[in-house]
């Protein structure tokens, strides 16, 4: 009896995004981070199962008593993803993520302000805008890919912040690992450029349903309304992974 051929098996995995989540995982614990695969959790919005592809955890080095988590989404496709990077730089360390750190829910302490400065997204440009090529972009079309990705990390971060009750920080970082072509477009002296990257960091600001009040406790007290708050993604191509982590691994 010849053996029955799995080719057509192996194909529909390839272009899933498991196998790209295993490899991820793997790196993740050569690098010493703990990890955890398909972790399911309740949606914030509606209380609906989601699942987060790859959660890695690590103590800070640059927190003290902080830990890092990386909430990890794999995506894989043909077409390439291409982004608009601005003439700006991080600057705020509002942008981070953390369940508590000196005060209010969901942010940090602009007393930190000085460590923030050795953080790897600080003075780093962005992008804000971004597309994919090849095909008309539409509802379920090649845009959907990464859209999905960010609203399920967007919603992951969300879950991930309101359920940590430890005695210390712990800061999260949302990624999306990307199997495909990355570009990076910008204009310069009126002239479009656009070049290979392996790594953006893509910003954006979700507004709130009313405006926030943080208290910024220093020397004296201010009190700061703010009517978003400002997220970034790194977004890093697959071969880049490795890298990327020993980047960040003294720098978060």
């Known amino acids: 009896m010849s053996e029955e051929n799995y080719d057509w098996l192996k194909e529909i995995i390839e272009d899933s995004g498991h196998p790209l989540s295993l490899k991820i995982s793997t790196t993740l614990q050569r690098k010493e981070w703990f990890v955890g695969n398909g972790i399911r959790y309740p949606s914030p919005e ?4 989601k699942e987060i592809d790859v959660f890695g955890s690590k103590r800070s080095k640059l927190f003290p008593d902080a830990n890092n988590n990386l909430i990890i989404e794999c995506k ?17 360390i509002f942008v981070l993520n953390a369940d508590h750190c000196g005060h209010e ?10 460590r923030f400065k050795k953080h790897y997204y600080y003075d780093n440009d962005f992008c804000t805008y971004h ?14 890919t990464i859209d999905r990705a960010i609203n399920q990390l967007y919603s992951a971060l969300n879950f991930f912040i309101g359920s940590t009750e430890g005695s210390y920080p712990e800061f999260f970082y949302p990624v999306i ?17 656009v070049k290979r ?15 926030q009040i943080i208290e910024q406790i220093g020397s004296y007290k201010i009190d700061t309304v703010l009517s978003s708050k400002t997220h970034v993604i790194d977004i890093v191509k697959f071969g880049y ?3 990327f982590l020993d980047k960040i691994d003294n720098n978060i």
Do not use: C
């Open 241 to 243: 992974f490795e890298k």
């Open 177 to 193: 690992v990307f199997d495909g072509e990355m570009y990076e477009a910008s204009y310069r002296d009126e002239e479009l450029e």
């Open 76 to 92: 894989k496709q043909k077409d390439p993803w291409i982004f608009f990077k601005q003439e700006r730089k991080i600057d705020s």
């Open 46 to 49: 509606n209380g609906i199962l």
């Open 105 to 114: 829910y969901g942010y940090v302490s602009s007393k930190q302000n000085d």
């Open 197 to 211: 990257t392996d790594h953006v960091f893509l910003q954006f600001d979700v507004a709130f349903t009313r405006p």
């Open 131 to 144: 597309l994919v090529g090849g095909k008309k972009i539409e509802k379920g079309g090649p845009g959907a």
